[in-house]
């Protein structure tokens, strides 16, 4: 089993890294927006628009879709969350101030996700489409199986993890 996880740190790493990004490019990192990306990190699940939208209306009781879903762009055009398509949900960018493609291990079944960010791969689809005559502007894999944790749990018989425990390890 994985040691247990402080996710109120990359919490707070996060909040300090958008705010230091926000004062460098100056732009503001309203109360909203911060609050929107505490709950992105609040687990190392991806998390749709509207969980985030029930959970921030017990503080923003007045907090509409459209109030998510910009706070969501601007958060993913400073290169803070990154959106998993397969699932429409969000993940926090482990390495934003990095220009970087994404590539994602997802667990099936516990839903957990970690950016795996290998450079090789990135090359590798690059080369190809360029043989291809494809010009490609944006890359995002994701890779479904199992995490660590359910992997080992499912070999003994049914996996008891809770849905918000770190299963990946950087």
Same mark, same amino acid.
């Given at each position: ?12 790493? &996060? ?5 230091? #990004?926000? !004062? ?6 309203? =109360?909203?927006?911060? +609050?929107? %990306? ?10 749709? &628009? ?5 959970? #921030?209306? !017990? ?6 879709? =459209?109030?998510?879903? +910009?706070? %969501? ?98």
């Amino acid at each position: 089993m994985s040691p247990p996880h402080d996710h109120q740190h990359c919490i707070d790493t &996060a909040i300090e890294t958008a705010a230091s #990004l926000c !004062a460098e490019q100056g732009m503001r990192f309203t =109360p909203i927006r911060r +609050r929107v %990306l505490a709950l992105v990190w609040g687990g190392h699940q991806p998390v749709g &628009a509207y969980g985030i939208l029930d959970a #921030l209306k !017990a503080a923003y009781p007045c907090a509409a879709p =459209p109030t998510v879903y +910009r706070a %969501l762009d601007f958060l993913i055009g400073l290169g803070l969350i990154h959106r998993i398509e397969s699932m429409n949900a969000y993940v926090g960018c482990t390495h934003p101030a990095e220009r970087h493609s994404g590539q994602f291990l997802i667990c099936s079944q516990c839903r957990a996700a970690v950016e795996l960010d290998d450079p090789n791969i990135a090359q590798a689809v690059r080369r190809g489409a360029q043989r291809m005559g494809f010009e490609a502007r944006h890359q995002m894999i994701e890779i479904t199986g199992l995490c660590p944790d359910c992997r080992d749990a499912q070999q003994m018989r049914g996996c008891t993890r809770l849905p918000n425990a770190c299963r990946f390890r950087s």
